[in-house]
């Protein structure tokens, strides 16, 4: 994500239909160096859209402050971004200054982040993470509005592999950085790694050129000729109640629910499990190794996602659905510590795949409504919903006895349930491939049953 700056920040247009004239210039295809600055801000951002991360409960943990407090300070920002995502997502729909949103909502995480650090008041303390959280929300959304306005429908899949694998290894680059920084200056010089990765991340912003940008196509409308002119015209954007007529969309958001409550506890699980049996195995670094060799797994797989022609993107969610069960049994069948490397190699195949996949069907869910971003934000609030969950679930399950083994079991079976849904969700969507054009009235789309795009 960094390139030359080239632009001054926009200012105007906070409405989304655009001149004619500007629709007009955004209409070819956006420069090499708008996408390599898109792809390079998403490597930054992957430290700025989760704030403090899971630093944040260590820190607070140390400085003794109150369990409860830490887990209120916890839930507001998560719930936060939940309430936040669909609005963000519509927001950024009806916007033409989505740099702009960009920066504001960097500016809002790094001062959330850094009040964490600085109060004690309990108030502040919760308000911090509550503005991180939403900030967070509407910086991914302003992320995917701006990759399909730049790289557009036929550009998109290539773009968000892309731009997945540079925030894995912004992610590793992160994790490591702040770890080292914290380890030998103290936690709060973590705000140093964070303040430079917000710092690349807006260069990247101010080197996206802003005529790159087609904001019709950010929001998932298509363009067709009138009748009397063969000037394009937009179609206009469907409302809410017709995007809840899209039941594939729902389906899917079902799929992506029943996924993230079967995995989202799944490596905290692990950890738990080996401090409670192994307590001298240092669970805490095989915690920060265990996310390391995720991440790095996930950047081949999302690049390999983003540019098969081998496979449509309805195999790579079947994968990922399937891969899940077997990640649970050798989670519950081989306790040792080594086990958690192949277990969570097959996380970032399955997480990496689906993170990927999950934008590209939601923009062939609903091709052609205007509505994509609020379609993304309701399919992600549904994911967080489950992920959520999911640890209430596992350690409900695991209790007082330590059942870890049947939590585990439980929580492949929820991934397993993601299986009909995805398959009503590919029944109800009707058949096409990443290339066809829809029209703008045509209800939930898409499913292609052969692997062979």
Request: one cysteine or more.
């Amino acid at each position: 994500m960094t390139t030359t700056p080239t632009l001054a920040m926009p200012m105007a247009a906070a409405s989304c239909p655009a001149p004619a004239t500007a629709t007009a210039t955004a209409t070819a295809t956006a420069t090499a160096g708008s996408l390599t600055a898109l792809a390079w801000m998403a490597f930054f951002l992957a430290d700025v859209r989760d704030g403090l991360g899971p630093f944040l409960a260590t820190y607070l943990q140390s400085q003794r402050v109150a369990q409860s407090l830490i887990g209120l300070t916890l839930t507001a920002g998560g719930l936060a971004a939940v309430v936040m995502t669909p609005l963000a997502g519509a927001w950024v729909d009806r916007s033409a200054a989505k740099r702009l949103l960009l920066v504001v909502a960097v500016v809002l995480v790094l001062a959330g982040s850094a009040c964490a650090f600085t109060t004690r008041s309990p108030a502040l303390l919760i308000a911090s993470q509550a503005v991180a959280g939403a900030a967070g929300a509407l910086l991914a959304a302003a992320l995917a509005g701006l990759t399909l306005g730049l790289a557009r429908r036929e550009g998109l899949r290539r773009q968000t592999g892309r731009n997945e694998a540079w925030s894995h290894a912004g992610n590793i680059v992160s994790a490591l950085g702040a770890g080292v920084v914290a380890h030998l200056f103290g936690a709060p010089w973590m705000m140093a790694v964070m303040l430079a990765m917000s710092v690349g991340a807006l260069l990247c912003v101010a080197a996206i050129r802003a005529q790159d940008i087609d904001h019709a196509a950010a929001r998932g409308v298509d363009a067709t000729a009138a009748p009397t002119s063969s000037q394009p015209v937009q179609a206009a954007p469907e409302g809410f109640g017709d995007l809840l007529r899209h039941k594939a969309l729902w389906f899917f958001a079902l799929t992506c629910a029943l996924f993230h409550l079967g995995n989202a506890a799944m490596l905290p699980l692990l950890n738990q499990r080996l401090a409670a049996t192994q307590p001298d195995a240092a669970p805490l670094l095989w915690t920060g190794v265990a996310i390391v060799v995720a991440q790095l797994t996930m950047v081949p797989v999302a690049l390999w996602v983003s540019r098969s022609r081998r496979w449509d993107l309805s195999a790579f969610v079947y994968l990922a659905i399937l891969i899940l069960p077997v990640r649970g049994l050798l989670a519950w069948a081989f306790p040792s510590v080594w086990a958690n490397l192949p277990v969570q190699v097959l996380d970032g195949i399955a997480a990496g795949a689906l993170g990927v996949a999950t934008p590209l069907m939601v923009e062939r869910y609903v091709r052609g409504s205007g509505r994509y971003n609020l379609a993304l934000g309701l399919v992600l609030t549904m994911q967080g919903v489950g992920a959520a969950f999911s640890a209430g679930l596992a350690n409900g399950i695991v209790g007082r006895a330590g059942h870890f083994g049947l939590a585990f079991a439980v929580l492949a079976g929820c991934a397993l349930l993601a299986l009909p849904a995805f398959v009503l969700a590919q029944r109800t969507g009707g058949r096409v491939h990443d290339g066809a054009a829809i029209p703008a009235h045509a209800g939930a789309l898409p499913r292609v049953p052969d692997l062979r795009a």
